[in-house]
């Protein structure tokens, strides 16, 4: 082993064994002297957020309503659904408002994210539960900034036209 005094080095009388066993280990981990990881590895994807509110309507809808909402990657890969039925009663105990006036934010990749909907209101029987796995009929492109978030809105006036921005 060496010891440094005031720039000078001289070896001083010790067993190398064990300080070379931990130099290999700390080689093989591509630990720097800093602390850092291996040069190397990969960054960690830089996400935002998507927030998805109800647009306001006045009272409440009798039969109630249903919406299934999906968001992908620009080349159709999922990365996450539900109806907002499940997200409303995930929160707790929800009342009847909470599922008019709950926020759902969903995190996801930044950059390009298509958001797709399909918003069911109940007349006579309650709403048809939409397949969020199928087919949607809203398309919504968004660009999600890094760190940021984008505000999209659900509307029950045109069921093919059913998302904008908010």
């Known amino acids: 082993m060496?010891?440094?005094?005031?720039?000078?080095?001289?070896?001083i009388g010790m067993n190398k064994t064990p300080i070379i066993a931990v130099?290999?280990?700390?080689?093989?981990?591509g630990l720097s002297a800093c602390g850092g990881g291996a040069?190397?590895?990969?960054?960690?994807?830089?996400?935002?957020?998507i927030a998805v509110n109800i647009e306001p309507v006045q009272g409440?809808?009798?039969?109630?309503?249903?919406?299934?909402?999906?968001?992908?990657?620009?080349?159709g890969v999922p990365i996450s659904s539900t109806l907002w039925?499940?997200?409303?009663?995930?929160?707790?105990?929800?009342e009847l408002e909470d599922y008019y006036t709950s926020v759902l934010e969903e995190t996801v990749p930044a950059g390009e994210v298509i958001v797709l909907a399909s918003a069911n209101v109940g007349i006579g029987p309650g709403p048809e539960i939409p397949?969020?796995?199928?087919?949607?009929?809203?398309?919504?492109?968004?660009?999600?900034p890094a760190n940021g978030t984008v505000s999209v809105e659900i509307t029950?006036?045109?069921?093919?036209?059913c998302l904008r921005l908010n």
């Open 131 to 144: 397949d969020v796995d199928g087919e949607l009929r809203c398309r919504l492109p968004v660009t999600v």
């Open 156 to 161: 029950f006036s045109d069921p093919d036209n």
């Open 60 to 75: 409440f809808f009798i039969e109630g309503f249903e919406v299934g909402i999906r968001f992908e990657t620009p080349d």
């Open 39 to 49: 040069s190397g590895s990969p960054a960690p994807a830089e996400t935002g957020t």
């Open 2 to 11: 060496w010891e440094l005094a005031f720039g000078s080095a001289r070896r």
């Open 85 to 94: 039925s499940d997200f409303v009663t995930s929160q707790g105990e929800p």
């Open 23 to 29: 130099l290999l280990v700390v080689a093989a981990l």
